[in-house]
Nanobody, 124 residues
């Protein structure tokens, strides 16, 4: 079992930055691929970014490529999402997810554990 706790959400103006962090409970955190998903108001949950167990491979949704950066620290059991040049359409609840696999996926069903989510609101 892996428990995930997100933090760092909040309200920011368009063009601003936020850094989300996800803390994982499990000692074998390094065996898990990690990802961030988001759910905008009234819409389905969607993939944002993912990172392999070692951190040497990452993948981004086209909508955030060049603006968001995912990273992980296996010594601290954390995965972060640095979000720059934020837009109102980035407003969503952001979820951290863990996959019992060394390599990441981009589909919701590929992930085994989820955090409770953190709200990000970008004002225009």
């Amino acid at each position: 079992q892996v428990q995930l706790v997100e933090s760092g959400g909040g309200l920011v103006q368009a063009g601003g930055s936020l850094r989300l962090s996800c803390a994982a409970s499990r000692r074998t955190f390094s065996n898990y691929a990690m990802a961030w998903f988001r759910q905008p108001p009234g819409k389905e949950r969607e993939f944002v970014a993912a990172i392999s167990w070692s951190g040497d491979s990452t993948y981004y949704a086209d909508s955030v490529k060049g603006r968001f950066t995912i990273s992980r620290d296996n010594a601290k059991n954390t995965v972060d999402l640095q979000m720059n040049s934020l837009k109102p359409e980035d407003t969503a609840v952001y979820y951290c997810a863990a996959r019992r696999n060394n390599y990441y996926g981009t589909k919701i069903h590929e992930y085994d554990y989820w955090g409770q989510g953190t709200q990000v609101t970008v004002s225009s």
